[in-house]
């Protein structure tokens, strides 16, 4: 159970062009989704933490406008760079919670973004 | 602000060897403390949570304390295996429940 799944898992695209990533729980609703960011060989960052049906909580220093974060319904939240630059490479993870299992974050497997 | 460090960065052992990662963390006020697991390129496999008012947890050759007072905890892997290479990485949980994470050691097991 308490499985959390993520699309595209590698993506490739031009600089300036707009990339949406999906990060679906599979078997259980997540009232709140987490949004990190991991550049090579560092820790995850959090940008963002969204509830279903709310704005997006963000980071400090991670621009709201380039990162769009929607939680549309209790198993799906989407990140999208906006206007990607090079500086945008980098592996995106997500994880989602849910009150009624407490506070344990079950993870996505991931998506690598490079930007050319 | 919560900081999370670990030490080492990286770590060689032979096969066989037991061995120690070290987390520790600025602020005492967590919720709770887990040890992942990140394979390259892969996401995170939790391995242990421990929570504040526990010491310590168990899950086979993984065996994880927590002293919250002096802001410190260990992983110990015994017998350690090639297949136990990876990176791993250590969270703590903030009262909000936002995970802070190290920086994660790099470990490999030489056949």
């Known amino acids: 159970g308490a499985v959390v799944s993520q699309h595209p898992s590698w993506v490739i695209c031009k600089s300036g062009t707009s990339v949406k990533i999906e990060c679906r729980s599979l078997?259980?609703?997540?009232?709140?989704m987490f949004w990190y960011r991991q550049f090579p060989k560092q820790s995850l960052m959090l940008m963002a933490t969204s509830n279903e049906g709310s704005k997006a909580t963000y980071e400090q220093g991670v621009e709201k406008d380039k990162f769009l974060i929607n939680h549309a319904s209790l198993t799906l939240s989407t990140l999208t760079v906006t206007s990607a630059h090079p500086e945008d490479s980098s592996f995106y993870i997500c994880s989602a919670s849910q009150l009624a299992l407490g506070e344990t974050q079950y993870f996505g497997p991931g998506t690598r973004l490079l930007v050319l | 602000k919560q900081e999370v460090t670990q030490i080492p960065a990286a770590l060689s052992v032979p096969e066989g060897e037991n061995l120690v990662l070290n987390c520790s963390f600025t602020?005492?006020?967590?919720?709770?403390l887990q040890w992942f697991r990140q394979d390259p390129g892969k996401g995170l496999t939790s391995l242990l949570l421990?929570?504040?008012?526990?010491r310590e947890q168990t899950s086979g050759r993984l065996n994880a304390s927590l002293d919250k007072s002096s802001g410190r905890s260990t992983l110990y892997i015994a017998a350690s295996q090639p297949g136990d290479s990876a990176t791993y990485l250590c969270a703590v949980m903030d009262s909000s429940y936002k995970l802070i994470f190290g920086s994660g050691t790099r470990l490999l097991v030489r056949p």
């Open positions: 602020d005492s006020a967590i919720y709770n």
């Open positions: 078997d259980f609703q997540a009232t709140t």
């Open positions: 421990i929570q504040s008012s526990q």
